[in-house]
Structure formats: structure tokens, C-alpha cells
């Protein structure tokens, strides 16, 4: 089955520093891979996603993520946070099969430091 | 381009009472998804469906009911609203994974069950 694990409930970061937000999934095939971002009181947008090639993916607001098939993990990644990345992150993973869905991990918190 | 559009967007039920929330996507998409959010917890699929005339259940089906009679309309019920219903729903749509492309949310619905 497939399954999502975001390790960081709430993480704080200092404006202008590094970021990397942590996702692991499980899934049997090669998975889809998904983040996407949900401001307060807003639906989600897409950051940015994985389906084959290059496994550095570039995304919408300066995001990146590396998928590690070693690792069964799709880190998300930003080199310096803005005030306006407070959100909600969510990775999420897909499949492609006759009965396709897209499950998503809990969630991850980022609050931003001044 | 309206995307995905839920009604209603707020809702105060009495326990016990029935409702229907309605999604409706124009981007002629194969699949369409029920998700609840609630706080810690991300959004956990409710049902979902691959095609018009066809559900399926997701993680959490139970005390809710769908139906997708035309492809661009995909109807969650609550036949007899329970305070553990009270949540916010997305719906969500996307064209078949393998084509590459993502789900696409709207805006989300506020129930609260009283």
C-alpha cells in the first residue's frame, strides 16, 4: 500500500537560511511524487513534481527536490526562505494503475524566524 | 479558468442531518478525490473516482457516500452528520497520472457538525 511519511510536524527557520523539508514514502512501483504548499485558510498549489528523468526537480518559488530511490525519500529543498514560505508543506505520492490515487503525508509546519 | 469549484464553501450541521457537498471541474478530468483535512493528520483520501459511474473507497469511506454521474461532477454525502465530520474537505481532480499532471484542489469546504 502506498504511504507517505513527513518526519517534522513544525519546523522554524530564520529568514534567509537554508531549508530542507524531509519526505519518505513507500511505495512497491515506481512512485509519482508530489509537493505541494497550503497557505492558511487556502487550498493546495503545486510546488513542483516527479514522474522519471532527472531526479533534481526544479519548482514554482525557488523550491527544489531530489528523489533518492536508495532512500525511498523526496526531500524538498529551498537555499534561502522567504517570510512569505510560512505555509504548510505536503509530499505526496502517486501511482499510475487502474485504480490511481494520490495519498498524502501529514504535513509540515514552517514557520519563519525575522 | 474556474478549475475546481466547491459549494458550499461553510456549513454548520446538527448532528444527525444530512448534506451534499458538490465539486465540479471544466478540465474535462479523468479522476476526481474527496479528502479531509484535519489538524495534525493531512488530508486522508475519502473516496474517489476514475471515471464517470465509478467510486472507489479511499482511507477513511466510512459515514460518507459519492456518486459521479457526470464526469465533471463528483458529489460527497453525509446521510446522518456526526462531530467527528467536522473538518474541512477538498475536493481535487487530475487527468490520468501517467500523463504526467498533478491534482488540481479547490478551495475547500468548513463543516462543522454541532
Known amino acids: 500500500a502506498q504511504s507517505v511519511t513527513q518526519p517534522d510536524i513544525h519546523i522554524t527557520v530564520s529568514e534567509g537560511a537554508s531549508l530542507e523539508l524531509r519526505c519518505n514514502y513507500s511505495y512497491g512501483a515506481t512512485p509519482y511524487l508530489f509537493w505541494y504548499v497550503q497557505s492558511p485558510g487556502q487550498g493546495l498549489q503545486l510546488l513542483l513534481k516527479?514522474?522519471?528523468?532527472?531526479?533534481l526537480v526544479q519548482g514554482i518559488k525557488g523550491f527544489e527536490a531530489e528523489f533518492k530511490r536508495s532512500q525511498s525519500s523526496f526531500n524538498l529543498r529551498k537555499p534561502s526562505v522567504h517570510w512569505s514560505d510560512a505555509a504548510e508543506y505536503f509530499c505526496a505520492v502517486g501511482s499510475y494503475s487502474s485504480a490511481s490515487k494520490i495519498i498524502f503525508g501529514s504535513g509540515t509546519r514552517l514557520s519563519i524566524r525575522p | 479558468n474556474a478549475g475546481v469549484t466547491q459549494t458550499p464553501k461553510f456549513r454548520v450541521l446538527k448532528t444527525g442531518q444530512s448534506m451534499t457537498l458538490l465539486c465540479a471541474q471544466d478540465m474535462n478530468h479523468e479522476y476526481m478525490y474527496w479528502y479531509r483535512q484535519d489538524p495534525g493528520m493531512g488530508l486522508r483520501l475519502i473516496h474517489y473516482s476514475v471515471g464517470e459511474g465509478t467510486t472507489a473507497k479511499g482511507e477513511v469511506p466510512d459515514g460518507y457516500n459519492v456518486s459521479r454521474l457526470k464526469k465533471q461532477n463528483f458529489l460527497l454525502g453525509l446521510e446522518s452528520a456526526a462531530p467527528s465530520q467536522t473538518s474541512v474537505y477538498f475536493c481535487?481532480?487530475?487527468?490520468?497520472?501517467?500523463?504526467?499532471?498533478?491534482?488540481?484542489f479547490g478551495q475547500g469546504t468548513r463543516l462543522t457538525v454541532v
Open positions: 516527479y514522474f522519471s528523468g532527472d531526479t
Open positions: 481535487a481532480s487530475s487527468s490520468l497520472i501517467g500523463k504526467g499532471t498533478e491534482a488540481f
